[in-house]
């Protein structure tokens, strides 16, 4: 179980797949140390106890607890070769660059909306939270390809508790605010895939012709 082991600590969490294949090789190995425990506790115990009608079947507790370190064994190799074949599926797909940008390109729009760009500390902590949980939360890791940027963004802000900061502008200044809205969202929307697509408008639309005077 060295093995699985030294596969675990080999598995740093740099995507949900590589995160849990990290979490099911430790478990399978915190399982295997434990049948173990139990099958030294049970050999001193069938060491103490005389035999006898009423003496437990130890021979068949043993037998049990070495199937299930087999089975544990045969399944902690399985999943490593399952995640080797799938990492590299993703490689040559180009599949799992695509996913490190877009975590990356996310992570920097929810940095950009909820933190100011003088407060480095608080940047980096974001910056460094929201990839964390990029990584470990599946449910996050499925809605990077089902939501939309904004509803994403809008996901990842309620997981990590910090909601978008507002965006002020001076009140009886319409145009300056739309103006400034319009500059908030660019800021908040990261490049290529995870831009907001503009909302149709009327521009292109043929001018319509003044009225006619009236001849009457």
């Given at each position: 179980?060295?093995?699985?082991?030294?596969?675990?600590?080999?598995?740093?969490p740099?995507?949900?797949?590589?995160?849990?294949t990290?979490?099911?090789?430790?478990?399978?190995?915190?399982?295997?140390?434990?049948?173990?425990?139990?099958?030294?506790m049970i050999?001193r115990?069938?060491?103490?106890?005389?035999a006898?009608?009423?003496?437990?079947?130890?021979?068949?507790?043993?037998?049990?607890l070495?199937?299930?370190?087999?089975?544990?064994?045969?399944?902690?190799?399985?999943i490593?070769?399952d995640?080797?074949?799938?990492?590299?599926?993703?490689?040559?797909?180009?599949?799992?660059?695509r996913?490190?940008?877009?975590?990356?390109?996310?992570?920097?729009?929810?940095?950009?909306?909820?933190?100011?760009?003088?407060?480095?500390?608080?940047?980096?902590?974001?910056?460094?939270l929201?990839?964390?949980?990029?990584v470990?939360?599946?449910?996050?890791?499925?809605?990077?390809?089902?939501?939309s940027?904004?509803?994403?963004?809008?996901?990842?802000?309620?997981?990590?508790?910090?909601?978008?900061?507002?965006?002020?502008?001076?009140?009886?200044?319409?145009?300056?605010?739309?103006?400034?809205?319009?500059e908030?969202?660019?800021d908040?929307?990261?490049?290529?895939?995870?831009?907001v697509?503009?909302?149709?408008?009327?521009?292109?639309?043929?001018?319509?012709?003044?009225p006619k005077?009236d001849?009457?």
């Amino acid at each position: 179980m060295d093995m699985a082991q030294s596969d675990s600590d080999e598995i740093k969490p740099t995507d949900a797949d590589m995160h849990w294949t990290g979490w099911a090789l430790d478990a399978l190995r915190e399982l295997v140390q434990s049948d173990l425990r139990t099958k030294r506790m049970i050999e001193r115990q069938q060491d103490r106890t005389p035999a006898g009608p009423d003496t437990p079947d130890f021979g068949l507790t043993q037998s049990r607890l070495s199937r299930s370190v087999r089975l544990s064994l045969a399944m902690t190799e399985r999943i490593r070769t399952d995640y080797l074949m799938r990492r590299e599926k993703r490689k040559a797909s180009g599949e799992q660059e695509r996913r490190r940008q877009r975590r990356e390109q996310a992570a920097e729009a929810v940095v950009q909306a909820v933190t100011r760009p003088d407060d480095a500390d608080d940047v980096e902590r974001v910056r460094k939270l929201v990839r964390e949980r990029l990584v470990e939360d599946e449910i996050l890791d499925v809605q990077i390809d089902t939501l939309s940027p904004e509803e994403f963004l809008q996901a990842v802000c309620r997981k990590i508790g910090r909601p978008p900061r507002p965006i002020r502008t001076p009140q009886g200044m319409d145009d300056v605010a739309e103006s400034e809205a319009a500059e908030g969202l660019a800021d908040c929307e990261p490049a290529k895939d995870w831009s907001v697509e503009p909302d149709e408008s009327g521009a292109g639309r043929p001018v319509p012709e003044p009225p006619k005077p009236d001849s009457s």
